[in-house]
């Protein structure tokens, strides 16, 4: 939206907010107590900007890049050819192709879901592809859902998914970075994170179905740029981060219905140093977040929650990949609480994209380069 719109918004919010403070504090939370001394392998290199790590059974794993290709690694090395049958997406700045999932029933119906960026500079949107993998092919591939409404330019997509027990999934959207006004509004996907059935419908039981003036499928809202989404199947938590804008990034335990703010409420300051709102906080009315990095984005990328046995001291911690922070922070989760946080790979001065815990309970990340790679992390203890 354009100046006078954000300026209208913020004169609402100072209307309709009570207790509120402009006030921002910033507390680091402690190292952890115990960790791990970690040994890092280079497994793949080759990979150009990859986006989103699945393992296949059996060992094998694909990887999205997002310049458009899903890249098949076999006994460790990268297929040379890529996967054949995947869309047409929009490699635009942050779009392209960005998650793949596996369901949760993949080894009888062989069905992966892919999201990506899909349009043109000038109109796109995010959109959700379901089809089936077999011998490094997918077939009857089709997108089965678009966000509504349509944006301009390459930034801010969201993208992530995460299967909930009753196998709908959840998807992860931005604000489209010009449109951040939009993710107060119900009546569109900006800054939402949408619950869906496998064919792309709405849920019955979805917060919001049955309101003329919401969209059934939307389950949380009041995001800036959400790219990173766990369920935690022991605990039945969902969490995400989201990117703050001049810091401000979040770590949110998200619930069904909840408004998480944004632009109303933020730590963060815009691009340019003003602030976008005087509201850091406001009780009651937003859901507040449960860790912000201040003042300085770390640009959170990936997540997982590291449940295994090879680090056993990190079993129930969320393990969070960094872009400009350039490191694997590792975040102590003790009652729904970010309690400490650890820094890892800081040392190796590379922009983290993804992070998966594999089937042999080792950590693999992801590299955000031209010529990317994939590492592993394994005790070195």
């Known amino acids: 939206m354009k100046t006078a719109a954000r300026l209208a918004c913020t004169l609402l919010a100072a209307a309709a907010l009570t207790a509120c403070t402009n006030e921002v504090e910033h507390t680091e939370l402690p190292a952890p107590a115990a960790g791990h001394a970690v040994s890092v392998e280079t497994l793949v290199e080759g990979l150009h900007h990859p986006w989103s790590l699945a393992f296949l059974p059996g060992g094998d794993m694909l990887i999205t890049e997002r310049s458009g290709a899903l890249r098949l690694v076999q006994d460790r090395a990268l297929r040379e050819e890529p996967v054949s049958g995947v869309p047409d997406v929009l490699a635009l700045s942050q779009g392209g192709l960005m998650e793949v999932v596996l369901a949760p ?109 919401a969209l059934a499928d939307i389950w949380s809202y009041g995001h800036r740029n959400v790219q990173g989404i766990v369920y935690d199947g022991e605990t039945g938590a969902v969490w995400s981060h989201e990117h703050g804008p001049r810091g401000g990034d979040e770590l949110n335990l998200i619930t069904p219905g909840s408004n998480y703010g944004w632009p109303i409420v933020t730590s963060g300051l815009d691009y340019s140093g ?47 990949t960094a872009l400009a922070g350039q490191a694997l922070h590792r975040v102590v989760i003790e009652n729904g609480q970010a309690v400490a946080e650890e820094k890892l790979l800081d040392d190796l001065g590379l922009r983290l994209r993804d992070v998966r815990v594999g089937p042999d309970g080792l950590v693999y990340v992801l590299t955000d380069h031209a010529n990317g790679a994939l590492l592993r992390l394994s005790p070195a203890d």
């Open 105 to 213: 029933d993949f080894e009888e119906t062989g069905e992966i879901f892919l999201s990506f960026a899909y349009g043109t500079a000038r109109s796109n949107n995010t959109a959700l592809y379901r089809a089936r993998y077999e011998d490094g092919a997918l077939q009857d591939g089709e997108i089965i859902w678009q966000s509504r409404k349509d944006k301009t330019g390459g930034a801010h997509f969201g993208g992530r998914i995460a299967f909930l027990p009753d196998e709908t999934l959840l998807l992860t959207l931005g604000d489209g970075f010009e449109f951040r006004e939009e993710a107060q509004s119900l009546s569109n996907h900006f800054g939402t994170i949408v619950r869906l059935d496998r064919d792309g419908s709405a849920p019955a039981d979805n917060p919001f179905a049955g309101r003329e003036d």
């Open 274 to 320: 003003a602030r976008i709102t005087p509201f850091t906080e406001h009780e009651g009315r937003f859901t507040a977040p449960v860790r912000e990095w201040l003042p300085t984005s770390i640009a959170p990328a990936g997540m997982t929650i590291y449940r295994g046995e090879a680090f056993a001291s990190w079993n129930g911690d969320l393990l969070i």
